[in-house]
């Protein structure tokens, strides 16, 4: 009577299953970057064709004469003065002097987010003409003075800015 073998975890069945698992396992990973890679070619060629679109339209508008390309705009004339002036004063306290010939009212400050601290105590702050109003400009490392103080004044209809010197705070 021949010998009755005992199976074994790794017999025939088993290895050709593992086998058969593993390669499906390929296949679908091929599967995946074949799709990734044709996604990505995509890509290039439509970005390829704008960019082609663009410079076909350039080297049309350079082929047109130049009186009938469109003039660059000017830039707009500077708007009204600044009605306000920065004084020294002592330390970290600036005067805001109304350097114009009527009264004005300054109602808030339209950038805020720019300074360490609040240049004013109190807003809304009126200054009949030549009056002052006292300034705190602190700068701290790493957050220095920006380059102007934009103010909305009442009546006004833009943002005044009040440009700061530069080397305070």
């Known amino acids: 009577m021949p010998r009755r073998r005992t199976p074994t975890p790794w017999d025939d069945a088993r290895v050709t299953e593992w086998i ?28 390829a064709l704008a960019v082609a679109g663009q410079t076909r339209q350039a080297l049309a508008d350079l082929a047109r004469p130049a009186a009938a390309r469109t003039a660059p705009a000017l830039p707009e004339p500077p708007a009204d003065p600044v009605p306000l002036a920065l004084e020294p ?6 005067r805001l002097r109304n350097i114009s010939p009527g009264a004005l009212v ?13 240049p004013f105590d109190a807003l809304p702050a009126a200054l009949a003409a030549g009056d002052t109003t006292d300034v705190t400009l602190v700068g701290a490392w790493g957050h220095p003075l920006p380059a ?19 080397g305070i705070g």
């Open 20 to 47: 058969l698992t593993s390669c499906a396992v390929l296949a679908l990973a091929g599967a995946g970057a074949s799709w990734w890679w044709a996604a990505s070619a995509r890509a290039a060629r439509d970005e």
């Open 89 to 94: 004063g002592t330390g970290v306290t600036w």
């Open 106 to 118: 300054i109602e808030n400050l339209a950038n805020p987010g720019d300074f360490v601290r609040r």
């Open 148 to 166: 102007a103080m934009d103010l909305r004044l009442a009546g006004v209809d833009r943002i005044v800015r009040v440009p700061l010197p530069s």
